[in-house]
Every structure is written in structure tokens, then in C-alpha cells.
């Protein structure tokens, strides 16, 4: 079941869908947001034309996907977040500059994180507090998820690969550690 959403973006709404758990945008909506044309399928064909290496990787994060709009479902061309932020960093507009810094920023960090893997556990617990989670909570996440890659790393020693043993390894510790499943959370 596909599910359409609408997300603010400066003002313009983005529409959005969900496609393979993932998030999908719709491109032209993001494009007009960050231009100051009022046509955005011709700017995203200049902007093909003057960026050859996004016109190459194009067809890997760009899709057609049915999007809900005013006149019923329509097919759009959309890309994952992966996607948008690639054509974000292609256009060259004061109103990209944002998102341009905050993902340099966002990559700066992450270099941070690898060469110090504590700072990633610290923007683990930042966030999950931001979010609203207690901290007991955050300190039983934090826990679980250093059991499960023991457990997950001891169970590759021993052979096992498989997608839905690792599924179940999951909701049997998360059972253990909060009493639901994932499955169950969601629901």
C-alpha cells in the first residue's frame, strides 16, 4: 500500500510518498521551492544539461510513482532523499545555500563520527532526548542495540545469514528489553 503525504518545505508544500520504506519526493515541487522560475520541468532539464554527472546517476534515484494530488492520484517523477539532496546540490540558488551548508555540515560530522565512534552514540542519545524519549529509554535503546550486534556478529560466526533470522533476533530483543515487537510498536 503506497502512502502520500504532504511536508512543509520552506513555505511550499512538498508532496511525498512512501515507496519501499523510504520517503519519495516529488522533484518538481522541491525544484520550484529553490528556483525563482515558475517552470520547473524546463529548469530540471538545463540543469541535466549543465550537470552531466547528475544527468548520468538520474535514472538510479529518480522514479515515477503515484503521488496523491488536488486532481486524484497522478504518476510523478520523484526521488528518494538521497535523490533530492543530490539535485539540491545542483542548483545554484540562495534559497539551496541552507540545505547546501547543513549537508557539509551533516558530512563534516560524519567524518567526526568515524574517525570517533562515541560521537555517534552521543547524536544517538541527542536526538532520541530531543525527540521526547525518557532517558531510561534511550539507556534500554542504547543497550539493545549493543546486544543485538554481539548477538548479530556471534550468529555470522556461526553461519547464520538469513534476513528473517535476523528479524526474529530483533522482536525476541526487543520483546525482552521493552515488551513489544517491533511490528508491534508500529502497528
Not at 544539461?49 to 538520474?58: F, M, N, S, T, V
Not at 515515477?64 to 538521497?82: F, H, K, P, W, Y
Request: charge should be neutral.
Amino acid at each position: 500500500m503506497t502512502e502520500t503525504h504532504l511536508a512543509v518545505f520552506k513555505g511550499r508544500k512538498i508532496r511525498k510518498t512512501i515507496h519501499n520504506d523510504e520517503w519519495w519526493f516529488v522533484v518538481e515541487d522541491v525544484v520550484l521551492a529553490l528556483i525563482d522560475s515558475t517552470d520547473p520541468k524546463q529548469y530540471i532539464q538545463r540543469m541535466k544539461r549543465r550537470d552531466p554527472e547528475l544527468a548520468k546517476g538520474w535514472v538510479q534515484f529518480v522514479h515515477t510513482l503515484l503521488v496523491d494530488t488536488s486532481g486524484g492520484s497522478q504518476r510523478m517523477i520523484c526521488a528518494n532523499t538521497e535523490g533530492i539532496f543530490r539535485i539540491i546540490q545542483s542548483i545554484p540558488s540562495p534559497k539551496a545555500e541552507p540545505f547546501k551548508r547543513w549537508l557539509a555540515k551533516v558530512g563534516y560530522e560524519r567524518v567526526q563520527e568515524i574517525e570517533n565512534p562515541e560521537l555517534a552514540q552521543e547524536r544517538m542519545k541527542q536526538l532520541y532526548e530531543q525527540k521526547g524519549y525518557p532517558r531510561d529509554w534511550i539507556d534500554k535503546r542504547l543497550r539493545g542495540i549493543a546486544i543485538r550486534q554481539n548477538l548479530t556478529d556471534e550468529w555470522k560466526e556461526r553461519g547464520i545469514d538469513t534476513e528473517s533470522d535476523y528479524a526474529i533476533l530483533t522482536a525476541e530483543i526487543s520483546k525482552a528489553t521493552f515488551g513489544i515487537t517491533p511490528s508491534e510498536y508500529k502497528e
